[in-house]
């Protein structure tokens, strides 16, 4: 893994145009060493899903403000399974009650970052958690 | 510093702007662009202060800065080497009438007197509060209705509605992007039918609106209208605001349709509209807001705002409208962040920098026309997850800013808010912050309580250089929506943005509960959650809107719209006859993306 570039997609899913957060974990990846592809704003969960298997990345990290992530984020997972790619890692990060964290878990978001969370625990979060795909 | 000590106080000698008062003002009569603080002459005016006292005062302090803080300074090491402001302004030692020395009268001014430093109304709050304006929408038309109604009983004074993010992206609630969003960061509105309900029982000529929208401001203006309409009041009636900014979305919020050129096409169509039609209403605020929160810094939220009201008076002039006409109408939107002072002087520095651009760029006489009026709101970007009663303290230090700022309006941020849209309980909280300010502090008794003090009026010069340095770049760059069009402001925000996070991240900057005094104890607070229901129960009313309604009118007056949008018709009279015929929202915004194309913004980062 180690001598492996990392290649995230960082993705904005819904109609919130809160970039803020989305950027700067872009940056923060890039600049810890990985290929960061950042989509743009106000992607469907089917562009999302499309970008990660064409770019062929090892991991998507989903950033949300609007509320709709209980929605949004199994429509990527699901969508990803259904193009044969559901060993890509899926994880977020936004404004999402700690409540729905266990049931987004659950539905297959390897891990959500809530606000405060500082880009070095995402990034070494990413090197302990998701693999280089072969 | 002893290498400074001839000229002192030292570090403020160098970094204090030389009085930037009026320089910009005889300058740029002559030419359009405004030019370099640096390169202006000295202004003209009333001194306030005596020369030969302030060289002795200048004396007093090279002596007092050798012979008492230096003994101090090499004995205890000061916390930092250096102060600067959040905006990176640098702060000295110690701020004396020497620093102002070139300080006139005229470039302060009296309170409700040019250049309007001190405020805009002669009496400010001693004539009348600010009004509270807290902003609401959530879930179906019938649970904003009942939270406005909360309000209004609870002594709010002014309406403010936040719309559901497919509303401002111009989509019904049965549109496939909107799957998930519905009623979730707003209220959820598709047709008249839901500003019916959502105004339902509230008098509109009673009560000020103001609705937080832009993408698709046009329709959502037309429906009120029409809501009004059926309430038996004329347009020219209705007072309030529709944030209808545009700029600024393409800048930091984001929301669009169509690309820069028609949104601010349809902007300037709107302000010529409500200036001949609706006398009472503000066709456009004019928003820093979320410019800050997007992670701009104060002197950038000043600046990029004060240059995108350039370029709405720059088409509306190029339309042909004479600038008194349609001036006075103009409103503005700040941020309150933490940096308590700079926050005060940036408030006092952008009523000066507009009165200024529009008497002498714009060539307006009407003082209205001078005037910057302005809402403000507490900075939701500064709010923590962690221990969110803190989130009550900061709000109301920065609720005090805006007031010492002289803000005409005021939203406060609730305690719940980095979770989820606010309880009833905690914007009461909100609410009664703003009400303890008004009727406790004492502040609401004199007017520009701060005016004259040695560090305010230093910040507040320091910043109005410093925004005009960047208003001059963009007026190189050929103006505001061509920086726009290159990405110019974004960038600006998005390297403020990531600096900050950075120096949160080393500590250099520490934030109580997040990165300093943590604490294992998270304080829980109750949270709104919004019910898929509404999805369901708003998409069954839009099926039924859209079988009970004529469809030979609607594809009629969308005719009419689209002709208007292809020709150079103003789009008003057409759009809200659309809306009158139960057009959605989202039909009217397809025509526009039909003309116009879907606007895109790239991956860049």
Known sequence: MADQTLRILVAKPGLDGHDRGAKIIARALRDAGMEVIYTGLHQTPEMIASAAVQEDVDAVGLSIMSGAHMTLFPAVIDLLKEKGAGDIGVFGGGIIPDDDIPRLKKLGVAEIFTPGSSTQDIVQWIRGHIQGRL | ???????????????????????????????????????????????????????????????????????????????????????????????????????????????????????????????????????????????????????????????????????????????????????????????????????????????????????????????????????????????????????????????????????????????????????????????????????????????????????????????????????????????????????????????????????????????????????????????????????????????????LGGTQSLHTNSLDETYALPTEDAVTLALRTQQIIAHESGVDRVVDPLGGSYYVEYLTDEMERQALEYIHRIDEMGGIIRAVEEGYPQKEIGESAYRFQREVEEEKRLIVGVNAFESDQQGSVEILKIDDQVAESQIARLRKVKAERDPRAVERALGKVEAAARGTDNLMPPVLEAVKAYATLGEVSDVFRKVWGQYREGGAF
């Open chain 2, 1 to 403: 510093m002893p290498s400074q000590r001839r000229r002192p106080p030292s570090r403020a000698a160098k970094d204090a702007p030389r009085n930037v008062s009026g320089r910009t003002a005889r300058a740029v009569s002559k030419s359009k662009a405004l030019p370099r603080a640096s390169k202006a002459p000295r202004s003209p005016g009333t001194r306030l202060y005596d020369a030969v006292a302030m060289r002795a005062v200048a004396r007093e302090t090279a002596r007092w800065d050798a012979e008492t803080l230096a003994p101090v300074t090499a004995k205890t090491p000061l916390r930092q080497q250096s102060f600067q402001t959040d905006s990176g302004i640098p702060i000295p030692p110690v701020l004396t009438a020497a620093h102002r020395r070139s300080a006139t009268q005229e470039s302060l001014g009296l309170p409700g007197q040019f250049p309007y430093t001190r405020g805009v109304q002669p009496t400010m709050y001693r004539g009348r509060l600010w009004t509270m304006r807290m902003f609401a929408g959530f879930g179906s038309p019938e649970d904003t209705n009942k939270r406005f109604k909360y309000l209004m009983a609870h002594g709010t004074t002014g309406l403010s509605t936040a719309f559901d993010m497919p509303a401002l992206m111009g989509y019904d609630a049965d549109h496939p992007m909107s799957r998930g969003e519905v009623g979730k960061e707003g209220v959820a509105v598709s047709s008249l039918r839901d500003f019916e309900v959502l105004f339902d029982g509230i008098p509109l000529d009673q009560v000020t609106t103001s609705m937080t929208i832009n993408a698709s401001a046009i329709a959502a203006l037309c429906m009120y209208i029409a809501v009004g309409e059926q309430q038996g009041i004329p347009m020219a009636k209705l007072g309030g605001t529709i944030q209808n900014d545009m700029l600024k979305e393409f800048i930091a919020q984001k929301e669009w349709i169509v690309p820069p050129r028609p949104a601010v096409r349809i902007v300037v169509d709107m302000i010529e509209y409500c200036s001949q039609h609706m006398p009472r209403w503000h066709a456009v605020s004019i928003s820093g807001y979320h410019i800050r929160e997007a992670g701009a810094t104060a002197v950038q939220e000043l600046a990029f705002t004060l240059a995108d009201g350039i370029g709405y008076v720059e088409e509306c002039v190029k339309r042909g409208m004479a600038v008194d006409d349609f001036a006075p109408r103009l409103s503005f939107f700040w941020d309150v962040h933490n940096d308590f002072f700079e926050e005060i002087a940036k408030f006092r520095a952008a009523r000066r920098i507009w009165a200024r651009v529009m008497r002498d760029r714009f060539g307006a006489r009407d003082p209205r026309s001078l005037q910057l009026r302005t809402h403000a709101q507490t900075a939701g970007v500064s709010l923590t997850a962690q221990q969110p009663y803190n989130n009550v303290i900061r709000t109301t230090l920065q609720a005090l800013a805006g007031v």
